[in-house]
């Protein structure tokens, strides 16, 4: 079993071009020696590690500074087919709040954070049930999981997480959609943002 996360520790911060969110199933190839040393350490002691979107900087070299909201990912399957090239399978799970970090001799960030209380499970009202049903039709015809189960069509925090992850929304807007802690005006975006483009929800 993996340790219980406490309301506020300290984490390894990962910063990337992506947008992680609770439940969220994010691959990732670590080649550099920071990140090495740090996957090796989350396996050893079954903890996870923070993952914020980049807000300045690359994923590769000289240490990015990263957005103050991240989600927390855990470590669920690992190879290492080619030497030097560790490929991680990590799960989304509990958003944080970075409230004080530094950077180590390697280059890895590291930080205090607090953790932001899950969303409550609110069912997902009538007016969003296309959302829904998009969700299921793009599970049908994946040939890969592209989602974690289980799967909760009928929770509106799941959907809108899914949702997220799935529509060509710019990475600035995923991470503004990731801060909000409300599940339904965080739809009623997604709506509007198909809408604008002509996508209707019906």
Not at 22 to 28: A, E, I
Not at 54 to 71: K, L
Not at 106 to 130: C, D, M, N, W, Y
Request: hydrophobic share 45%; charged share 20%.
């Amino acid at each position: 079993m993996i340790a219980p996360v406490m309301a506020s520790v300290h984490a390894p911060i990962f910063p990337l071009h992506a947008v992680l969110f609770p439940g969220g199933l994010l691959p990732l190839r670590v080649f550099e020696a920071r990140y090495m040393d740090m996957a090796r350490d989350c396996l050893r002691h079954e903890r996870p590690f923070g993952v914020c979107l980049i807000r300045e900087g690359r994923e590769v070299g000289t240490p990015a500074t990263p957005e103050t909201v991240g989600c927390l990912a855990r470590i669920t399957d690992w190879d290492m087919q080619q030497l030097g090239l560790l490929h991680l399978k990590t799960l989304g799970d509990q958003r944080f709040r970075i409230l004080a970090s530094q950077t180590g001799a390697q280059g890895l960030v590291s930080a205090e954070i607090e953790l932001i209380p899950p969303e409550k499970a609110i069912p997902l009202p009538e007016r969003f049930t296309a959302f829904a049903r998009l969700l299921e039709l793009v599970v049908a015809e994946q040939e890969r999981p592209i989602f974690a189960e289980p799967h909760e069509f009928g929770n509106a925090a799941w959907v809108g997480y899914r949702l997220t992850e799935i529509l060509p929304v710019p990475l600035a807007a995923k991470q503004k959609l990731l801060e909000i802690t409300d599940s339904l005006a965080r739809l009623d975006i997604l709506q509007r943002f198909l809408e604008q483009r002509g996508l209707g929800t019906a």
